[in-house]
């Protein structure tokens, strides 16, 4: 289970959140309004090392090897 960062569309807040893939809906947990996915930071697979080319948008790949 990935560990996200969002930012709110209606109060802009930034937040993580535990999901249980890149693909999940998420809401603001202050507003309940739609949040965007912050692509920035560190991306790692699921062996705990950088993968290599790795954006972290997830639907752009087959998935983490």
């Known amino acids: ?6 930012k709110c569309q209606g109060c802009n807040i930034i937040f993580d ?4 893939s890149c693909k999940s809906e998420v809401v603001c947990p202050n507003c309940k309004k739609p949040v965007q996915r912050v692509w920035s930071g560190t991306v790692y ?4 090392k950088p993968p290599k080319k ?3 948008n997830c639907s752009g790949c087959s998935g983490c090897k």
């Open 54 to 56: 790795c954006t972290g």
């Open 45 to 48: 697979s699921s062996t705990g």
């Open 17 to 20: 959140e535990l999901v249980p």
């Open 1 to 6: 289970m990935p560990l996200l960062q969002y």
